[in-house]
């Protein structure tokens, strides 16, 4: 008989490493086929039975915390690739669009809209409903607070957003949270199951500043109360969120009260509302420990951004804007506008210093991500160009139409600027 040879496989540090229960794995090649079927039989019962012995054993629960979705990340997929599309959740992705594969508004594409809190994203719901040239305009009436953005030939919306079908899976729904319920959603809200295809879009904003203007937005008085963090069939209980404050709000915080809160959502809210929190436990802080489930949810919030149609930043407006329209092939009437000028950035100079390293820690998950997007933005924008033609001319007039299909009127000062229930 020929001397078996064997194979050790060392898994070096990586993010990918993180998806696998064990780091080394040895690979032993197979006995030479036997004509005794029943010897074979028994011994595949028998390996199979302590498998699953072995498995329970040396692979608990929470320790294999990823078991129940190893299945959506490819192990081919390092990290910066775009998520196996086997996972339906994920929609159609920017690769798929770049293949000539656009949003086709007559079909049954839907775009859906995570709008995470303080990156810009109320005014780029504005625009989405009110400032792009559609051969069917999106219509706003005053009698009501929301936007009618059908399909050219149906009463179909194309749009799931705030400003269309408001918050029907919970105020500032996350990602986990959208990707289980939009198609249910828009079932009952058209009255018959459509198979759909989703086109995930959002906003990233600047960490420290995100941070700082949500900090100002709580010290006005808003809340957010209306948030379910919905995971696993379940929202997530006070136990697991503890509140930060009495009363009905938490108005007139300090920065340093604001800051020492431990269950405090501003913190890294980016990386949390993009990344898988079935992956974590959802918001069971005891299933893993927390560098695991911080490196986890890096991991996958930079995998679902990547996977995303689109998403843009909301310190680059204009290249945010090109890339949208040459992506979704359609066009806004309006440039967007770059406003540095924010409470945030007042904010700045008056932290001590203190004040400014506690925060840079806090949210060193969100600056990560943040990183990783800008570096993401910026690729996808000089591979857009370099196939544009055009692009000068293009770039230069974003926001100038010569001719529009129509416009819509909707008085936005009637909205509340930050509703705290989910209807």
């Given at each position: 008989?020929?001397?078996?040879?064997?194979?050790?496989?060392?898994?070096?540090?990586?993010?990918?490493?993180?998806?696998?229960?064990?780091?080394?794995?040895?690979?032993?090649?197979?006995?030479?086929?036997?004509?005794?079927?029943?010897?074979?039989?028994?011994?595949?019962?028998?390996?199979?039975?302590?498998?699953?012995?072995?498995?329970?054993?040396?692979?608990?629960?929470?320790?294999?915390?990823?078991?129940?979705?190893?299945?959506?990340?490819?192990?081919?997929?390092?990290?910066?690739?775009?998520?196996?599309?086997?996972?339906?959740?994920?929609?159609?992705?920017?690769?798929?669009?770049?293949?000539?594969?656009?949003?086709?508004?007559?079909?049954?594409?839907?775009?859906?809209?995570?709008?995470?809190?303080?990156?810009?994203?109320?005014?780029?719901?504005?625009?989405?409903?009110?400032?792009?040239?559609?051969?069917?305009?999106?219509?706003?009436?005053?009698?009501?607070?929301?936007?009618?953005?059908?399909?050219?030939?149906?009463?179909?919306?194309?749009?799931?957003?705030?400003?269309?079908?408001?918050?029907?899976?919970?105020?500032?729904?996350?990602?986990?949270?959208?990707?289980?319920?939009?198609?249910?959603?828009?079932?009952?809200?058209?009255?018959?199951?459509?198979?759909?295809?989703?086109?995930?879009?959002?906003?990233?904003?600047?960490?420290?500043?995100?941070?700082?203007?949500?900090?100002?937005?709580?010290?006005?008085?808003?809340?957010?109360?209306?948030?379910?963090?919905?995971?696993?069939?379940?929202?997530?209980?006070?136990?697991?969120?503890?509140?930060?404050?009495?009363?009905?709000?938490?108005?007139?915080?300090?920065?340093?009260?604001?800051?020492?809160?431990?269950?405090?959502?501003?913190?890294?809210?980016?990386?949390?509302?993009?990344?898988?929190?079935?992956?974590?436990?959802?918001?069971?802080?005891?299933?893993?420990?927390?560098?695991?489930?911080?490196?986890?949810?890096?991991?996958?919030?930079?995998?679902?951004?990547?996977?995303?149609?689109?998403?843009?930043?909301?310190?680059?407006?204009?290249?945010?804007?090109?890339?949208?329209?040459?992506?979704?092939?359609?066009?806004?009437?309006?440039?967007?506008?770059?406003?540095?000028?924010?409470?945030?950035?007042?904010?700045?100079?008056?932290?001590?210093?203190?004040?400014?390293?506690?925060?840079?820690?806090?949210?060193?998950?969100?600056?990560?991500?943040y990183k990783y997007a800008k570096e993401l933005l910026f690729k996808r924008f000089e591979r857009l160009r370099a196939r544009d033609s055009d692009f000068n001319k293009r770039y230069s007039h974003l926001g100038e139409l010569t001719a529009?299909?129509?416009?819509?009127?909707?008085?936005?000062?009637?909205?509340?600027?930050?509703?705290?229930?989910?209807?």
């Amino acid at each position: 008989m020929k001397n078996l040879k064997s194979v050790s496989v060392q898994v070096i540090d990586s993010d990918i490493a993180l998806l696998l229960p064990n780091g080394v794995y040895e690979i032993k090649q197979m006995e030479p086929k036997s004509s005794r079927l029943r010897r074979i039989g028994i011994f595949c019962v028998a390996l199979a039975l302590f498998g699953i012995v072995g498995f329970g054993y040396f692979c608990p629960d929470k320790v294999c915390a990823l078991s129940n979705k190893e299945a959506s990340i490819s192990l081919e997929d390092n990290l910066g690739k775009s998520l196996s599309q086997a996972s339906s959740k994920v929609g159609l992705s920017y690769e798929d669009m770049l293949n000539d594969d656009f949003f086709d508004m007559d079909s049954h594409d839907v775009m859906v809209f995570l709008h995470m809190q303080k990156t810009g994203g109320t005014s780029f719901g504005k625009h989405l409903v009110h400032d792009l040239d559609l051969k069917r305009p999106c219509t706003c009436p005053l009698t009501r607070k929301r936007c009618y953005c059908f399909r050219p030939h149906s009463n179909q919306s194309w749009l799931f957003s705030r400003y269309t079908t408001g918050w029907k899976c919970g105020l500032h729904a996350d990602w986990t949270e959208l990707t289980s319920c939009v198609d249910e959603k828009l079932d009952e809200l058209e009255g018959n199951v459509v198979k759909r295809r989703y086109f995930y879009i959002t906003l990233l904003r600047e960490p420290v500043a995100r941070y700082l203007s949500e900090f100002r937005h709580v010290q006005r008085g808003a809340t957010w109360k209306g948030s379910r963090h919905f995971c696993r069939g379940r929202p997530a209980t006070d136990d697991e969120i503890p509140p930060c404050y009495e009363g009905p709000d938490w108005g007139g915080v300090a920065l340093d009260e604001f800051i020492e809160c431990e269950s405090n959502l501003a913190v890294n809210r980016q990386t949390r509302m993009l990344a898988d929190l079935e992956l974590v436990g959802c918001y069971d802080k005891s299933y893993m420990s927390k560098a695991d489930r911080d490196r986890t949810m890096l991991i996958s919030a930079k995998k679902n951004l990547e996977s995303m149609a689109f998403f843009g930043l909301t310190e680059y407006q204009k290249m945010s804007q090109y890339i949208f329209e040459e992506t979704f092939n359609l066009r806004f009437a309006v440039p967007f506008e770059q406003n540095n000028a924010t409470v945030s950035s007042s904010t700045m100079p008056t932290l001590t210093d203190e004040q400014a390293a506690k925060i840079v820690a806090l949210n060193s998950l969100d600056i990560e991500l943040y990183k990783y997007a800008k570096e993401l933005l910026f690729k996808r924008f000089e591979r857009l160009r370099a196939r544009d033609s055009d692009f000068n001319k293009r770039y230069s007039h974003l926001g100038e139409l010569t001719a529009r299909s129509g416009v819509t009127e909707f008085d936005w000062d009637r909205l509340v600027e930050d509703a705290t229930v989910s209807n």
